[in-house]
């Protein structure tokens, strides 16, 4: 991970120096986790990612997680605050220690998360180091993480590889005639094992709160029919009959990084509206990847899906998006949305899923993770993303 943290920081450096920034500190999980390759899964005490342009890094990190940053950090400068063990900490408070490691040089314009720190940390920020001005570097964070290097790729097919073992699984259990929350045992206990087997020298941990870790991040859970328009709920104990839509959605996240499979399932012979809205459906996607190549616009790809969506009657339940950038979050940029004007370029991973849902009768959504490659994309996930029709047992 070295090589690839320290081309990042020089990235990070080159657009500091670009816009005039002295010193950031980075304090968002995912976003410390992408400079320093170290995340610690519970966050109770914060970790902050200290970067003047013209020093090297530094890893502040609280007593208790000195062992944890000290093995798996890319960063050489860790730094300690509070008190655990023999640890001995530049400060008890971290707003202290943060001070004590950017020294008496005067900030002149200092970059904060400012989208996620709390009103009490950016006030304590302030008065602790009195920087000449703060601007907020979300922008240039979330710009410079949109294009994926060749570690990270490799971390998301892995991820995309847990899932489509997840959705075979899930898929399975609900044919057997399993409840919603049944199947979504069984799919995350498939990939759990298959992790076991084949994966489990990597992290499957995904960032957590100051309440709580979140050791595992292999989930499934499946709604039916008018459960389908919740968008994410947990799963019931509901056993889907003939008739009914029912959607397994599979997520994973391997080293910090994501992708998820979700397929929206026919269960038995299901009626004329809801067979129209799933065939739109599956010329919706058709309609993006007829389209999907570098250069081309969010925006247009949207378009694409929506232009086909009206065409076949369901101009008024239009989807906000028909796919979001996935990486370090579930939830990143690209972001397919019909004013989105970036244009695609290799290296962006997100999912295509042109859906829609109402909660009159449900919705249909089949989401695939997908890569822009240097000529064309490729569909990450494997699983058959056509018609999907199962007869319970």
């Not at 730094?79 to 943060?98: E, H, L, T």
């Not at 250069?295 to 009657?313: L, M, P, S």
Request: glycine share 8%; charged share 25%.
């Amino acid at each position: 991970m070295r090589a690839y943290i320290a081309k990042r920081i020089e990235k990070l450096r080159g657009n500091m120096k670009k816009e005039n920034i002295q010193t950031v500190i980075i304090e968002k999980p995912e976003n410390v986790m992408y400079y320093s390759s170290f995340n610690p899964i519970i966050y109770s005490m914060p970790v902050l990612f200290i970067f003047d342009v013209d020093k090297e890094p530094c890893l502040l990190v609280h007593a208790l997680r000195a062992a944890h940053a000290r093995e798996e950090s890319a960063l050489d400068n860790i730094q300690v605050y509070g008190q655990w063990g023999n640890n001995k900490p530049v400060a008890v408070d971290i707003i202290d220690a943060a001070k004590a490691i950017l020294g008496e040089t005067k900030v002149n314009r200092l970059g904060l998360e400012l989208d996620y720190l709390s009103v009490d940390t950016y006030r304590k920020l302030v008065k602790k180091i009195a920087p000449r001005e703060i601007i907020s570097v979300t922008d240039l964070v979330c710009r410079q993480k949109i294009e994926k290097d060749s570690w990270e790729i490799q971390q998301i097919r892995k991820a995309a590889e847990l899932t489509d073992y997840g959705f075979v699984q899930t898929l399975e259990a609900l044919t057997k005639g399993c409840s919603e929350a049944e199947a979504s045992t069984e799919g995350q206990y498939a990939m759990r094992k298959l992790w076991q087997e084949k994966f489990s020298d990597a992290e499957v941990a995904a960032y957590g709160t100051a309440g709580g870790g979140k050791v595992d991040s292999l989930q499934v859970w499946c709604l039916s029919n008018e459960h389908i328009a919740y968008g994410c709920d947990c799963p019931r104990n509901y056993y889907p009959k003939n008739g009914d839509l029912t959607l397994p959605m599979v997520w994973a996240t391997v080293n910090g990084y994501h992708a998820e499979t979700e397929r929206t399932v026919m269960v038995g012979n299901i009626d004329a509206f809801k067979q129209h809205a799933y065939d739109s459906m599956l010329k919706a996607r058709e309609a993006i990847f007829k389209i999907l190549k570098p250069g081309i616009a969010a925006k247009d790809v949207y378009r694409a899906a929506a232009n086909v969506y009206e065409q076949n009657g369901f101009g008024q339940i239009l989807p906000g998006r028909v796919g979001h950038g996935v990486g370090c979050t579930a939830h990143d940029l690209p972001s397919l949305t019909m004013n989105n004007e970036l244009i695609l370029e290799p290296g962006m991973v997100f999912t295509v899923e042109p859906g829609i849902m109402d909660s009159t009768w449900g919705g249909v959504r089949h989401s695939d993770t997908v890569l822009m490659t240097e000529t064309g994309y490729e569909v990450l996930t494997k699983v058959d993303s056509g018609s999907i029709k199962i007869s319970i047992k």
